[in-house]
């Protein structure tokens, strides 16, 4: 446990963003987990996310679950309100706060056993709903804070710290996601900040279900070998299909590229993507082919990273609830209650 | 000899499930409160949608009782599986009205009721070719005879059906004629009316008939509720379909046509209670309905809210135990599971509405206790309640009324440098500020988390830090002692050492019963609790009292487990009068069990005897 108080003060001439922050206005306490932890380095590149969007961290709720990852947001956005809910619940409880305040961002922190094995029911509503969230599992295939066990994204045949092999199938949460009809898919690992910031920064622009699957190797249960999840595994296993080089913000964007190499994805929020392709064939709009091509490059040992999936024209469940564009928890009496007059002639009707 | 009665019994439909015989019969119950005459009906039904045997009885009293009162002066069996469960119900000098398309040997009758014969089927099938019509009209034949059996207005009848389909006159004119063919096949060919009658009276007053689900979905409206989540579990399913259905009437925009609520079928218990309290936290007033099994598995939210301090507010439809049969049967099971939900020391604010104008009452009313408190509210109402239509006084809401939003701490205060510490309490009754998320730039915002914090939400597992803040939530439970709905006394003419503590749907049947006791010169102070933290004045009630009965609707005494507990109070002293049985408790069964009771106590000493 560190109980040391991070320190206040900055260099004069740190980097300013639009809002005139710097990134410390991003960072939150000092992290508690094991030093060279993958879910640290997701930590920064929300932080480094957030700082390039010039977003207000106050207008950012973050919500957890339980487990080393769901820890995380304590570590980053201090002037933002956290939550740090029940084990495997944080869908359920980002959803009920998204439908009372429409206008903040969501970002939800969960991790592999929080997500895939006690919480997979939630995590697979919340996508079918279509939650307008970031939704951020910080996969290391293992149980951290009880010590080394198993969970269920870890592959099969892979091996634990103890020695024991797992004989369990793995559930690829990508793959979940996508079927389930998230409007956003990506996966990332912690070691490659360059591909994870500019995915984060799309999600979080993102208006529907954005699902970031992030490999995150935990450094002290899982980093061994004939682990699937370690930090030399992943690198040398690793399939970008493509690369985010920025992210426009809704501004007009000029860019010179060779014709073919980079596709101009616009959401329908006016925000651009450009997306520097890896793999030529591979289609970002196309759910069942990235669902098949996901799972056939997992049978060759393959981890495929990079935006799998974007769909242009998403809705999210205010959308779909067509609910007032106020948000919910600013309505007070006047605008909720019907009053004693519409109510005596209710009773009449009960008569 | 057969009963002789006007305006006092029971009627029983005995019928199977998926007939169509429940808009019949419910029709039945209206006509005769449009006679100024109030009923009291009562569903009870299978966990089944077609096959199984379903009964509905309306209860017919001019005095106005209104709980369940026991045994049945008319049945109209029309469920040949439980004909002879039926028949054995009905009271010596009763009444029974069957289908005589078939001839029934002797021995399926008794001797000592009357028994009326309608050729329904043959009627029917006369009339109609359409099976479904012959099922459904047979219901309207039935209420027909009645109306000239027990000598119904029959305009009163008609202008109901043509309120129901108004706009088609079609359905009208059919159903209209069915109820001709019933109430003239009876003026052709019996002595009618027989010794069971309405008359039109004038008891009813400006009350209304509601069922306390659909009420209790109305007070949430008024609340001020804008989320509900909920997974569908009878009896509580109809609360959240009864909010859309006001919401969608009450609560969209009129210029945008978009809603000001949001409501959710979650996929679980655990998800709707997750949904409330992520809503709650971010400030909109959430809601769930559920029943028993849904309580068991919401613990762990439970738990968090409580110590998390979110507003939450739950409404348990109590039923009888766990998996499906059963629990289409009202209880009051869920006292203790509610009152101390989840791990660690938990315990929570419990509403006892009595009848659903209360519960309309109590549900608004639950949203500022939860605000105010910051802390899960449970409105605890049963199947009897909830799924039962109810004559009750009309709701009322009072314009000038303003939402107590609670202790929320607003941009302009930490703007002006207030002290703010989500887990403070700088009022002294344990209730600290809180903010909403996106309330400031820089000040305000908090982590929330379960027990593992100090006075600032400062992450710390400092023993002292956890005693105090559970201090703190002790103070907060004192603190709503006083705000929440007082317990309601009423004494008897005569001075008694006795006393009688009871609350929830138990009220009417109470209230006969104490008039019972009265008659046979058994007196008793009755005392109605509302809400647990019990106020003071139940402690009060019990000292002055030798002896208190607690009456509930459960095998375990839970109410009374909880005074022992919370009051301090020496059992002995608090006698239990329990009924479980699934159906609703009545003042027969109170009135015999008290009164047992009370003779048992008032044994003569024998110096008296002798002398």
Known sequence: ?351 | MPIQSVNDFVVRFANVNGSGSASANELFARAVLRMGVPVAPRNIFPSNIQGLPTWYEVRVSQDGYLGARGGTDLMVAMNPQTWDKDVAGIEPGGYLLYDSTKPMPKSKFRDDITVIGVPLTAICNREYTDPRQRQLFKNIIYVGALSALLDMDVAEIEKLIAEQYKGKEKLFDANKRALHLGRDWVMMNMEHPIGLRLQRANAVGDRIFIEGNSAAALGAVYGGATVCAWYPITPSSSLAEAFTRHCNRLRVDSASKQNKFAIVQAEDELASIGIVIGASWNGARAFTATSGPGISLMQEFLGLAYFAEIPTVVFDVQRAGPSTGMPTRTQQTDIISCAYASHGDTKHVLLFPEDPAETFDFAATAFDLADRLQTPVFVMMDLDIGMNHRLCRPLGWDDSRKYDRGKVMAAAALEAGKDFGRYLDVDGDGIPYRTYPGTHSTKGSFFTRGTSRDRYARYTEEGPAYADNMQRLLRKFETAKDLVPRPIQANSDKPTKYGVIYFGSTSPAMDEAIEMLEASGQHLDRLRVRAFPFHSSVTSFIAEHDFIFVVEQNRDAQLRSLIVNECGIDPVRLVPILHYDGTPITARFIARAIGEHLDALKITPLRKVVS
Do not use: W
């Open chain 1, 1 to 351: 446990m560190t109980y040391v108080i991070k320190p206040k003060f900055h260099h004069p001439e740190l980097p300013k963003n639009k809002l005139g922050y710097t990134h410390r206005d991003y960072e939150g306490k000092i992290s508690t987990l094991c030093a060279g932890c993958g879910h640290d380095s997701i930590t920064a590149s929300i932080i480094e996310a957030c700082f390039e969007l010039s977003i207000e961290p106050h207008r950012v709720a973050k919500i957890s679950g339980i487990g080393c990852s769901s820890k995380t947001p304590d570590y980053f956005l201090g002037n933002s309100h956290g939550f740090n809910s029940v084990h495997g619940r944080m869908p359920s409880v980002l959803t009920g706060a998204n439908l009372a305040n429409r206008g903040l961002i969501y970002l939800g922190v969960s991790g592999d056993g929080d997500s895939a094995s006690i919480g997979l029911g939630q995590f697979a509503h919340a996508m079918r709903r279509g939650v307008n969230m970031v939704y951020i599992v910080e996969n290391n295939g293992v149980y951290g804070l009880t010590k080394g066990q198993f969970s269920a994204t870890a592959d099969r045949g892979s091996k634990s710290k103890r020695g024991i092999t797992n004989t369990d199938s793995a559930i690829d949460m990508v793959g979940i996601a996508l079927q389930l009809g998230a409007s956003f898919v990506a996966r990332s690992f912690s070691g490659d900040k360059k591909q994870l910031v500019p995915i984060i920064k799309a999600a979080i622009e993102h208006r529907g279900a954005a699902f970031v699957d992030v490999i995150s190797p935990c450094v002290a249960f899982n980093n061994h070998a004939g682990s699937t999840k370690s930090f030399d595994y992943v690198r040398e296993h690793n399939e970008a299909v493509n690369f985010l080089d920025f992210m426009t913000g809704r501004a007009p964007i000029h860019v010179d590229y060779a014709p073919g190499t980079v596709e101009m994805v616009e959401q329908h929020d006016g925000t651009t993507l450009a997306l520097r392709k890896l793999n030529a064939e591979y289609d970002v709009h196309d759910r069942l082919a990235a669902m098949n091509f996901i799972a056939h490059h997992a049978s060759l040992g393959q981890i495929v990273t990079g935006l799998l999936y974007v769909e242009q024209d998403a809705s999210d469940l205010h959308g779909h609830l067509n609910t007032v564009e106020a948000p919910l928890n600013a309505l007070g009496e006047k605008e909720l209650c019907p009053g004693s007059a519409a109510l005596s002639k209710i009773n009449a009707s009960l008569r």
